[in-house]
């Protein structure tokens, strides 16, 4: 039976997920540990008391991201016309990756179990558009990761060209006369 943790173990766990969530954004999932407990304000052995390993602190993290990443795939099929929803979901994605690094290492680390119902939105997202004929029918979900990777890259090569690039890309995407072939309805 876990006991809880005294007021003082809760407050510096805490402190450790917020520091965890700032450098890791800052520097990606490699970023030193002692730069964690440091943000925090702790030392490096209550840091290693409350995570024993990496991917323990990591983990405690991913949660929200994997959290906040599927509330925006549900809003985007939400949206009434399947391309905006689409593009939305994509800019979003593009938005959260050029302000948190770690974001994209953490998404696309094999955490398969928290990862099914994004995975699951993700494809729903594109068969819709597909079928509203707005995106080439050649265009799958792994298309969509590569697209979400390659706009991290440059974001972190120049945070301020990833809007280019995701409209270049995006326009590669489309169906119809701009972008490649159209896509069949269904």
């Known amino acids: 039976m876990n006991r809880p943790l ?13 520091a965890a969530k700032q450098v890791l954004a800052e520097r990606g999932v490699d970023a030193p540990l002692e730069a964690v407990a ?8 209550t840091l290693y008391r409350h995570f024993p390993e990496r991917g323990d602190l990591i983990d405690a993290i ?5 959290t906040a990443w599927t509330e ?5 099929l939400a949206v009434d016309d399947a391309w905006e929803g689409l593009v939305r979901f994509l800019e979003r994605t593009c938005e959260l990756q050029a302000r948190d690094r770690a974001f994209t290492e953490l998404a696309c680390m ?3 179990s928290d990862r099914t119902e994004i995975n699951r939105l993700i494809f729903q997202l594109v068969e819709r558009a597909q079928r ?14 590569f697209f979400m990777m390659a706009n991290s890259r440059v974001a972190e090569a120049d945070p301020e060209q990833w809007r280019r690039h995701f409209t270049l890309m995006l326009d590669a ?7 490649g072939p159209a896509a069949r309805p269904s």
Not at 62 to 66: A, E, I, S
Not at 173 to 179: E, N, Q, Y
Request: avoid cysteine; hydrophobic fraction near 40%.
């Open 62 to 66: 991913l949660d929200g991201k994997v």
């Open 38 to 45: 440091k943000r925090a304000g702790v030392a490096i052995g």
């Open 132 to 145: 509203a004929g707005v995106l080439r029918s050649d265009v799958g979900p792994v298309d969509l990761a």
């Open 72 to 76: 925006l795939a549900r809003e985007a």
């Open 6 to 18: 005294r007021r003082d173990a809760q407050r510096n766990r805490d402190a450790l997920v917020e």
């Open 173 to 179: 995407f489309r169906a119809g006369p701009r972008g």
């Open 110 to 112: 094999s955490h398969q």
